[in-house]
């Protein structure tokens, strides 16, 4: 069993920054790539970024790439996604999770354990 706990989020304004922590326990995280994932209200979750087991390769959805980083840090089981230049249609609930597939993982249903999630609100 994973647990993941999310943090960081908050309100920001448009052009701002932030950045999401998402601390692991249980199971020996360096087994697990991480991503993070959000969603907006009346929208279905939506892939944001991937990193694999150890942080070598990192894959990004179209409307972050460019402006959201996906880093980890294995020895502080945490995993960190770096949000610049946010706009509005950011605001989502934004969770983290784990996937036993070592490589970047993709498709949500190919992760095993989820986050609560934190809130993040870009004003414009």
């Known amino acids: 069993q994973v647990q993941l706990v999310e943090s960081g989020g908050g309100l920001v304004q448009a052009g701002g920054s932030l950045r999401l922590s998402c601390a692991a326990s249980?199971?020996?995280?360096?087994?697990?790539?991480m991503g993070w994932f959000r969603q907006a209200p009346g929208k279905e979750r939506e892939f944001v970024a991937g990193?694999?087991?150890?942080?070598?390769?990192?894959y990004y959805g179209d409307s972050v790439k460019g402006r959201f980083t996906i880093s980890r840090d294995n020895a502080k089981n945490t995993v960190y996604l770096q949000m610049n230049s946010l706009k509005s249609e950011d605001t989502a609930v934004y969770y983290c999770?784990?996937?036993?597939?070592?490589?970047?993982?993709?498709?949500?249903?190919?992760?095993?354990?989820w986050g609560q999630g934190t809130q993040v609100t870009v004003s414009s």
């Open positions: 990193i694999s087991w150890n942080g070598g390769s990192t």
């Open positions: 249980g199971r020996t995280f360096s087994n697990y790539a």
């Open positions: 999770a784990a996937s036993r597939i070592r490589t970047v993982v993709v498709v949500s249903l190919n992760y095993n354990y």
